[in-house]
């Protein structure tokens, strides 16, 4: 990835606090609308229940794709939405570790309104590592690479 293209993903992940992570079930995929954040080397953060279908599937089968858009600020009508699809792979922060302290702190900077979910011990957080992603900006502003 050329250092444009990390800074053009890397703005619009730091403009945006939701993505969809899908992950393979067992028998259908899971899709689910998830806070997030990312670290400077645009790793996903998420934070998931143990008994959440998206865990139980990361468990089983690591691969992810994490979607992000800017929709509320592109031109929808003419389809001109900054958005990039990242597919990677996912693993688990072991809870009480340093990872996870300074994860949840770059978590909760960017997602202060998440920190209740902190206080329960059924709280997981997992870290998508990106391996392939497709960008697209507004005009002809396309990169796919894989890292």
Do not use: C
Not at 12 to 20: K, T
Not at 73 to 95: K, P, Y
């Amino acid at each position: 990835m050329t250092r444009e293209e990390h800074d053009k993903l890397a703005a619009l992940l730091a403009a945006e606090h939701i993505a969809i992570i899908v992950t393979a079930g067992q028998e259908w995929p899971t899709a689910t609308l998830q806070a997030f954040a990312e670290t400077e080397a645009l790793e996903l953060v998420f934070i998931v229940g143990v008994e959440s279908d998206k865990y139980r599937n990361l468990l089983k089968q690591p691969k992810a794709t994490v979607f992000v858009d800017a929709r509320e600020a592109g031109d929808v009508a003419r389809f001109q939405i900054t958005r990039a699809s990242i597919q990677g792979i996912a693993t688990e922060v072991l809870r009480g570790s340093v990872e996870w302290g300074r994860l949840q702190a770059i978590f909760l900077k960017k997602n202060p309104f998440e920190a209740p979910f902190f206080g329960s011990d059924k709280l997981r957080m997992v870290r998508v590592t990106p391996k392939r992603i497709s960008y697209a900006g507004p005009g002809r502003d396309l990169f796919k690479t894989e890292v």
